[in-house]
């Protein structure tokens, strides 16, 4: 069946930009999960959605960063006014059960100039 | 402060030999515990896990260990195969009131040499 499916795969942008990247998650997953990967570094979580329920954004690394979830399926993370240190794999994941096995897209590669 | 810590960035393995790939934890809190492989250009891929109450998971070649007082888990692959070459993510989730909070290691990568 179909995976977890993230657009762009790359996003090449200026600073100062704004970007928005897409997450289609599993059909019928109520979990989503937006986390990011640096040069050399760990994933970090960012934000996480459980169906109707308000987000945990206590992972977002500043108030440049939002992300929404329509309809309980597709979510958006949007990133303003881009900066360098911005520039990562962007992850997304969903699961059936909150945080219980979770199912990774294939990530969007931003670069910030 | 790095909640989890993957100290080996790197390991490398005979094929056919046991590839044990460490995770440490700084908190206690932690309740649930995962392993993810990840291949270059592709997203991490679930592998296995194991909750807080138990010491041991097992699915196939594949071993998890949680030892507790030591804060400590290790994944066991035995036998080793060259597709096994990847990097492995150990991750420790935390029940929160309204959420939780997944923390990940830096990783390691596994070289499986045939």
């Known amino acids: 069946g179909a995976g977890v499916s993230q657009s762009p795969s790359n996003k090449v942008t200026e600073k100062g930009k704004d970007v928005e990247l897409r997450c289609d998650p599993i059909?019928?997953?109520?979990?989503l999960y937006w986390y990011r990967q640096s040069l050399g570094q760990g994933l970090e979580f960012l934000i996480y959605?459980?169906?109707?329920?308000?987000?945990?954004k206590s992972g977002l690394p500043s108030d440049r960063f939002s992300a929404e979830r329509t309809g309980g399926s597709v979510s958006t993370l949007t990133i303003q006014r881009t900066q360098q240190e911005d520039s990562a794999v962007y992850l997304c994941a969903s699961s059936l059960v909150s945080w219980n096995e979770q199912f990774f897209g294939p990530g969007t590669r931003l670069t910030v100039l | 402060d790095q909640q989890v810590k993957q100290n080996s960035p790197s390991l490398s393995v005979q094929e056919g030999r046991i590839s044990i790939l460490n995770c440490d934890y700084t908190?206690?809190?932690?309740?649930?515990f995962l392993w993810y492989k990840k291949y270059p250009a592709e997203g991490p891929t679930f592998l296995i896990s194991i909750s807080s109450i138990k010491d041991k998971n097992e699915d196939g070649r594949f071993t998890v260990f949680l030892n507790k007082s030591a804060k400590h888990l290790s994944l066991h692959i035995v036998p080793s195969q060259p597709g096994d070459s990847a990097v492995y993510f150990c991750a420790a989730s935390v029940t929160l009131t309204g959420g939780f909070k997944t923390i990940f290691g830096a990783g390691t990568r596994l070289f499986v040499k045939a």
């Open positions: 908190n206690s809190m932690f309740d649930y």
């Open positions: 059909s019928g997953h109520t979990a």
């Open positions: 959605f459980q169906g109707n329920s308000a987000p945990d």
